[in-house]
């Protein structure tokens, strides 16, 4: 019974390398189903990858997950695949699968990809995707091979973590948080949860003080976009359950200055009017 692979890559559409994993996966398992996650994680961003690997996963078909963000392509970093509850992960041992694979339940069995008869002859070690990852996902969603076949298991605690950063409490009725995701709409998303602002005693309706690099924006936390006017900014729980800033009509990360990995407070204003809305300078 064949197994849905679901993959996702920093390749982009430019070059073929997309196209020529999904040919090498096609040769080895005709009849295995490839769903595209996206393509266009950042160059080399380990942590973009992550992050868009664990969003996907919940909503994508049990199988095989191919993650191919691999800065670290010819080195002797391992090239791996674990087992989990919800199928395999097939990638670099860089990070990129730890967030997913937690999230889902652990793995209990992990291998490094060091089996010749499962991987293609090439001449150079710089496209692992199509030498290792996707032949090892092919036989892995075509039950052609047992995770076991593919090489030597590895101790859970040699594999690279990937931590993603906790809010916690800064005091004055305030929570520290950083900028996890900055989506294509240009959308902010935090690591801080409706339930964090909620112990704060601030709900939906509330406006809330946004703190950064010196700077204060007290803004709105509407249910939808339409609940504040056009240009306007708005904290909102986004289609991921996580607490998040965005521009009606606009793009918030033009407007203020976070990127991903900054600190940012989130609080209760302390009294006045709603700070309007500047373009960061």
């Known amino acids: 019974m064949n197994a849905a692979i679901s993959f996702l890559s920093d390749f982009g559409h430019a070059d073929?390398?997309?196209?020529?994993?999904?040919?090498?996966?096609a040769r080895i398992a005709p009849s295995v189903r490839v769903l595209d996650i996206t393509?266009?994680?950042?160059?080399?961003?380990?942590h973009g990858g992550a992050?868009?690997?664990?969003?996907?996963?919940?909503?994508?078909?049990?199988?095989?997950?191919?993650?191919?963000?691999?800065p670290g392509v010819g080195t002797d970093r391992n090239a791996i695949a674990a087992r989990t509850p919800v199928g395999y992960f097939v990638g670099p041992d860089n990070g990129v699968l730890a967030p997913a694979v937690a999230m889902v339940g652990g793995a209990d069995?992990?291998?490094?990809?060091?089996?010749?008869?499962?991987?293609?002859?090439?001449?150079?070690?710089?496209?692992?995707?199509?030498?290792?990852?996707?032949?090892?996902?092919?036989?892995?969603?075509?039950?052609?091979?047992?995770?076991?076949?593919?090489?030597?298991?590895?101790?859970?605690?040699?594999?690279?973590?990937?931590?993603?950063?906790?809010?916690?409490?800064?005091?004055?009725?305030?929570?520290?948080?950083?900028?996890?995701?900055?989506?294509?709409?240009?959308n902010i998303q935090f690591n801080v949860s409706p339930e964090d602002l909620d112990a704060l005693e601030i709900k939906?309706?509330?406006?809330?003080?946004?703190?950064f690099n010196m700077e204060e924006f007290r803004v709105a936390w509407g249910a939808t976009y339409g609940d504040?006017?056009?240009?306007?900014?708005?904290?909102?729980v986004d289609s991921y359950g996580q607490i998040a800033l965005a521009v009606r009509g606009g793009s918030a990360d033009e407007d203020f200055s976070f990127g991903v990995g900054d600190t940012v407070l989130l609080g209760r204003p302390d009294g006045g009017n709603r700070i309007p809305l500047q373009v960061a300078e």
Request: glycine share 14%; net charge negative; no cysteine.
């Open 204 to 211: 939906e309706g509330d406006d809330v003080l946004v703190s």
């Open 109 to 186: 069995l992990i291998v490094s990809l060091e089996e010749s008869q499962f991987q293609l002859p090439a001449k150079g070690g710089t496209f692992a995707g199509r030498d290792i990852f996707g032949p090892a996902a092919a036989v892995l969603a075509s039950d052609q091979a047992e995770i076991q076949d593919l090489g030597p298991s590895l101790d859970p605690g040699s594999i690279s973590p990937l931590l993603i950063p906790l809010a916690e409490p800064a005091g004055n009725g305030a929570i520290r948080g950083s900028v996890l995701w900055v989506d294509t709409f240009g």
């Open 16 to 25: 073929e390398f997309v196209g020529v994993v999904h040919g090498v996966i």
């Open 51 to 70: 992050m868009a690997l664990t969003r996907a996963v919940q909503y994508m078909p049990d199988g095989v997950f191919l993650a191919i963000v691999d």
């Open 39 to 46: 393509h266009g994680i950042g160059r080399g961003d380990i």
């Open 228 to 236: 504040v006017e056009e240009g306007e900014a708005i904290i909102h």
